[in-house]
C-alpha cells in the first residue's frame, strides 16, 4: 500500500474474530489491517500508520480488546474519523462489519465458525476478493445477530468454509433460509485442504501471486488476508516445518507468478521457504 489509503483496519494481535471480517472488507477498500494491543500502539505499527497516512482508521471490536486511550492515540495518525465497529461478542462485531460495509442483494456471504480461526483465514481473502462479507457461526448455531444480518443481506448464495466437526448440516440447512440461491460447502480433511479448498473453488491457475503462512497461528495470515484479497490471490497454509500434500497439490495447480510467504522462520522455517521457491514463477 502506498501512503494517502482511504482506510486502515485496527485490530488486536492477542485474538482473531473481530479481525476476520474485517480481513474480508479492507482489501476491496484499499487498505491494510494493522496490529495492536489492547492499551499500546506497537512502535511499528506507529510508523507505518505514519508512513500510509490513511484517510480514515476503522477500530475492529470493542474497548476490552482495543481501547479508548489507543482508539484517542489513532487520531493522531488520520486526517479523517476514527470510528470502532463492534458488538457484544465476536458474532455481533462481525455482523457490524457486514451493516457498515454491504448493501442487501449482496453475491455472496461466507460463513465460518467463530471458535476457530484458520476457515476464515483463507475465506477472508476470497470474501474480500468477490466482495462479500464473512459472517460467523457457532457449530450448532446461527446467532441471533448473525441471522439478523444474514436477514438483511439476503445474499445470492451463501458458502459455508469448513466441514461439518466446525459448522453442522443443521446450521447449512438452517442457513437455506437465508438465501434464494445455493448453500454449499468448501471443506477439506484438515485446515490445510480447507484452505486448499477453497482457493480450488475460486482461482484458475496462473495467478499473479499466492500468499502463503502458518496454520498453526493467526497474526501472519490475517494481515496478508486483506492484502490477498486485494490482489485477488489465494492464502494457502503451511505448518512449521512441512508443506501438506494438499497445499502443494494447490501451489501445482495454481502456477502462481510468486509465492510470498507469511511471517518469520519462527513460524515457518527457512526450509519451507526454500521449497516454496519450486512452485513461483
Keep these: 500500500f502506498a501512503p494517502g489509503v482511504p482506510v486502515v483496519y485496527v485490530a488486536t494481535g492477542l485474538d482473531f474474530p473481530d479481525a476476520l471480517a474485517g480481513a474480508a472488507v479492507a482489501g476491496p477498500q484499499g487498505g491494510p489491517i494493522l496490529l495492536v494491543s489492547v492499551d499500546a500502539i506497537p512502535a511499528v505499527t506507529a510508523a507505518e500508520l505514519t508512513r500510509l497516512r490513511p484517510q480514515q482508521i476503522m477500530i475492529l471490536g470493542g474497548t476490552g480488546v482495543v481501547s479508548d486511550a489507543v482508539a484517542s492515540a489513532l487520531g493522531d495518525y488520520t486526517s479523517g474519523a476514527v470510528t470502532r465497529l463492534a458488538g457484544r461478542d465476536r458474532y455481533a462485531t462481525a455482523a457490524a462489519v457486514g451493516a457498515a460495509t454491504f448493501v442487501p442483494g449482496v453475491s455472496v456471504v461466507y460463513v465460518a465458525t467463530g471458535l476457530n480461526f484458520p476457515d476464515a483465514l483463507a475465506g477472508a481473502a476470497v470474501a474480500g ?3 462479500g462479507p464473512v459472517l460467523l457461526v457457532s457449530t450448532n448455531a446461527i446467532p441471533t445477530v448473525t441471522a439478523v444480518e444474514l436477514a438483511r443481506l439476503k445474499p445470492q448464495r451463501i458458502v459455508i468454509l469448513g466441514g461439518t466437526g466446525v459448522v453442522s448440516d443443521a446450521v447449512a440447512s438452517t442457513l ?85 510467504l507469511l511471517g518469520y522462520a519462527s513460524s515457518v522455517s527457512e526450509a519451507i521457504r526454500i521449497q516454496l521457491q519450486l512452485f513461483g514463477g
Excluded: H, K, M, N
Design 129 to 131: 476478493f468477490q466482495d
Design 176 to 260: 437455506g433460509a437465508y438465501t434464494p440461491g445455493t448453500v454449499t460447502r468448501l471443506a477439506g480433511r484438515d485446515r490445510y485442504a480447507t484452505a486448499a479448498a477453497i482457493s480450488a473453488a475460486t482461482f484458475a491457475p496462473g495467478v499473479p501471486v499466492v500468499y502463503v503462512a502458518t496454520g498453526l497461528d493467526f497474526p501472519d495470515a490475517l494481515a496478508g488476508s486483506a492484502v490477498a484479497g486485494s490482489q485477488g490471490a489465494p492464502v494457502l497454509l503451511v505448518s512449521t516445518d512441512a508443506i501438506p500434500a494438499a497445499t502443494a497439490a494447490e501451489l501445482t495447480r495454481l502456477q502462481p507468478g510468486r509465492v510470498v
